[in-house]
Each structure stands twice: as structure tokens, then as C-alpha cells.
């Protein structure tokens, strides 16, 4: 892996080393397959417009999840421009949904959970406890300083611990959202 131009050998090494863990944070960052899939053909498409950049990188994994953070905040950024929240969409959010309490604490409901948060926050989280970064690694990853990598995280664990709250019987119960 080493030309101005990728070979489709190129192409296959650099999806057969990579793209099973690209794939899986994708999937953490955008909790659908469907938008997973799509981000991680975003990254590799870049990945070939850019490639003596990714082949020159100390490290070509870091290189490609920095592109994929990246390109999954700017997304997000166009998207909400351009998105619409219909009344309909804003009472069935405000309706409250019973979760089964054993489901709760599977990996697709922390998912689900994560997917709520701001897309900055999802990012931290995703690096720091799914990539396991630590939070020096996470702030080059973003971009950003090791102090709003922490404020992030911080932000990001207490909006998840509110969404359970403990019951009278000490039992951990979903909390229906908020409208504020």
C-alpha cells in the first residue's frame, strides 16, 4: 500500500485489515446498518481520494477512524439542516415506551441509548469506551482539546444515567423522555 493510486490489491488489504472494526464503529456511531453501510463506504471512498495520505499516516487505522468521526459529524451537520421534525414525529417521541427491563442491558439498547446523544458526545463515547481511546487519543481523533473530550464525556454519561433511574424497589426502570 504505498502508490499515488490504490491497486484493487491495495483496496482489499486495506478492507480486509480494517473493515471489520471500521464497520463496527460505524455501526456504534449511526445505530443503523443501513447508515453504518453508508458511512463506511463514505470513508473508504475518501480514503482512496486521499490515499498517500492514509498510506503515509503513522498509523492507517487511527487515519481512517479519524476520517470516519469526521465524516459521521459533518453528516450529521447536513443533515439537521435540512431536517424537518414533523407533529407527529414530536407526540410519538413524547409518548412514553415501556422497555423490558432484561432487554435493557443488551448491547443494541446501549446502542439505541447512545444514538440519542448529540452527535460530539456519541463520538467521544464510541472512542473512549467502544475503541477504548483514551481521552488523549480521542482529542486527536476529534480534534478537539483533552478538557472538551472530558466536558463531553461527562455530559454524555450523565445524560445516559438519566435515562434510568431507580425505582422504589431499587429496581433500574427506563425513564420516559422529556419535552424541554
Given at each position: 500500500m504505498s502508490r499515488a493510486t490504490p491497486t484493487d490489491r491495495d483496496l482489499e488489504e486495506l478492507l480486509r485489515t480494517y473493515g471489520?472494526?471500521?464497520?463496527?464503529?460505524a455501526w456504534s456511531l449511526t445505530g443503523h446498518r443501513q447508515d453504518a453501510e453508508d458511512l463506511l463506504q463514505e470513508t473508504f471512498a475518501q480514503a482512496i481520494h486521499r490515499w498517500e495520505r492514509v498510506v503515509a499516516s503513522r498509523s492507517v487505522g487511527a487515519y481512517l477512524r479519524t476520517m470516519m468521526v469526521n465524516q459521521f459529524l459533518t453528516g450529521r451537520r447536513r443533515a439537521a439542516s435540512r431536517e424537518v421534525v414533523s407533529d407527529a414525529a414530536v407526540r410519538d417521541h413524547e409518548e412514553a415506551v415501556v422497555v423490558?427491563?432484561?432487554?435493557?442491558?443488551?448491547r443494541d439498547h446501549l446502542v439505541r441509548l447512545v444514538t440519542r446523544l448529540p452527535p460530539r458526545q456519541r463520538a467521544v463515547v464510541v472512542l473512549r469506551y467502544l475503541e477504548e481511546l483514551?481521552?488523549?487519543?480521542?482529542?486527536?481523533?476529534?480534534?478537539?482539546?483533552?478538557?472538551?473530550?472530558?466536558?463531553?464525556?461527562?455530559?454524555?454519561?450523565?445524560?445516559?444515567?438519566?435515562?434510568?433511574?431507580?425505582?422504589?424497589?431499587?429496581?433500574?426502570a427506563p425513564v420516559a423522555p422529556t419535552t424541554a
Open positions: 471489520g472494526r471500521l464497520s463496527a464503529l423490558d427491563l432484561d432487554a435493557a442491558w443488551t483514551s481521552v488523549t487519543e480521542t482529542a486527536e481523533a476529534l480534534r478537539m482539546s483533552t478538557g472538551a473530550v472530558r466536558s463531553n464525556t461527562h455530559r454524555a454519561l450523565r445524560s445516559l444515567r438519566g435515562e434510568l433511574e431507580p425505582e422504589e424497589d431499587g429496581v433500574v
